[in-house]
């Protein structure tokens, strides 16, 4: 009984903990590692809508996503590393320079 | 039960244990390989649904070049960060309070939708196959297929940029 209740399930909870983890962790990469997991999780339900209506397009969109997923690394790891050069440190609770 | 609808069930517990361990492991290199090993496992439960094509996508983008280019920024970082050390931020109890009721909240939705069954493997349309996958792919949506290489252009520019700034900054 893989039924989609179950694989929605599956991707929901997988949204929430992407979700708690960017909210509590401290560290900048380990917050981008939780976006990648809220995206992996976007992506399970994708794929279990498009076995259910049985279309290709999801399929298609999921390969879409991939390619942002890695544009988006590609451009997030250096604005990570810049920030980590500035302020030696990759605690998001330093980056305190745009609070008003 | 059959042996599609087990190892369903296995790869998803252990797509769950990977994302739980990204919460509570303290080095960002655990947490890198808790994801990797989720990541496996979502690609486990793809080919078991049938969708083999994402599921390759998966091992070869995400494990293979996102995960990759991760594991090398934690080696170049210093592992006496203060962030290594302290794992959670001041708001952690309600972030997880937060977290619970969206899952709640996404449950309740899901139990709603009622259960209309996939079949593993059995159900899987002919079309999610590596060869009709392709040839639709790039019959109907190759404008789609060229923009994301507009994308990529942009986002190669978007890094240099970045890393130029970043230069003219420091010096």
Known sequence: MADTQL???????????????VMVRRNALVMLMCM???????ILALVTFSLETATLSGAVLVFLIFVVAA?????????VLQLSRQRSSLDVEGYDRLKG | MTIEQLLVYFFGACALLGGVLMLVARHPMRVALALIS??????????????????VFQVLIYVGAVMVFMVYVIMLLDVRDPSFLRRYSRVLLPGVVLG???????????IR???????????????????????????????????????????????????????????
């Open chain 2, 38 to 55: 989720c990541m496996l496992s979502l690609a486990g439960i793809y080919a078991m649904l049938g969708v083999h094509v994402v599921a």
């Open chain 1, 7 to 21: 694989l929605l399930g599956l991707s929901f909870v997988l949204f929430a903990l992407g979700l708690v983890g």
């Open chain 2, 113 to 171: 939708l009622g259960a209309a069954a996939i079949q593993p493997g059995a159900s899987a349309a002919p079309s999610y196959l590596v060869q009709p996958f392709s040839v639709e792919f790039l019959r109907e949506y190759w404008l789609h297929f060229e923009l994301t290489s507009v994308l990529l252009v942009a986002a190669v520019v978007a890094a240099i940029a970045i890393i130029r700034s970043g230069r003219r900054s420091d010096g």
């Open chain 1, 71 to 79: 544009a988006e690394i590609a451009i997030a790891i250096p604005i």
């Open chain 2, 100 to 110: 619970a009721l969206l899952a709640g909240a996404l449950g309740i939705s899901a």
């Open chain 1, 36 to 42: 990648e997991l809220m995206l992996n999780a976007v």
